[in-house]
């Protein structure tokens, strides 16, 4: 699975716990809790989008260098 939707899924069960919950600290734990969870995933798109940018630009690169040896 994706780890970004696997992060949202984890934070919509905490907000689900939360609803559930009737104890106020509790429900604030489980809503910070949701909370990290979809900062997390945030962080993971940034990291998987830079990721699919880098990778073509580091074949090229490979690529350019293995062709030196044919000049």
């Keep these: 699975m994706y780890p970004p939707e696997e992060f949202l899924k984890h934070a919509a069960e905490c907000k689900q716990m939360a609803k559930l919950t009737r104890d106020p600290a ?3 734990t489980w809503s910070q809790m949701a909370e ?4 997390c995933a945030d962080v ?3 990291q998987s989008s830079a990721a699919r940018l880098s990778t073509p630009a580091r074949r090229n690169r490979r690529a350019a260098s ?3 040896h044919l000049e």
Excluded: I
């Design 44 to 46: 993971a798109k940034v």
């Design 36 to 39: 990290r969870w979809v900062q």
């Design 66 to 68: 293995s062709l030196g």
């Design 26 to 28: 509790s429900r604030a």
